[in-house]
C-alpha cells in the first residue's frame, strides 16, 4: 500500500474497525514518511477519532502515544498552517 492509499484507508475507516486494529494503523503511519498535508489530515481524523469517546482506543492512544484530542488537533492545526 502506498502512502496516499494508506491514508485514504484510514479516512474512510468504518464502524467495524476495532480500537487495537484502528491504534495499529495509527502507530504504523506515522512511523511511516508523508507530506506535512497528509500528515495534518491524519492528524484532524485522529483528534475526530478520539472525540467520538471510545474508551479503549483513547486509552491505546494514549498510552502509546501520549496523545489526547486536544493534542492531535493542535499538531494537525500546527502542521496545516505550514502547508498554507
Known amino acids: 500500500m502506498d502512502n496516499t492509499s494508506d491514508l485514504e484507508y484510514i479516512l474512510t475507516l ?3 474497525e476495532t480500537a487495537d486494529s484502528k491504534a495499529s494503523l495509527v502507530r504504523d503511519f506515522i512511523e511511516s514518511k508523508h507530506s506535512i498535508a497528509e ?5 484532524y481524523w485522529l483528534a ?3 472525540d467520538k469517546g471510545e474508551i479503549q482506543f483513547k ?3 494514549f498510552d502509546e502515544l501520549r ?18
Open 14 to 16: 468504518d464502524a467495524s
Open 59 to 61: 486509552d491505546l492512544i
Open 39 to 43: 500528515y495534518g489530515t491524519f492528524f
Open 48 to 50: 475526530n477519532e478520539l
Open 67 to 84: 496523545l489526547t484530542k486536544t493534542k492531535a488537533l493542535l499538531l494537525s492545526t500546527w502542521l496545516l498552517r505550514l502547508v498554507v
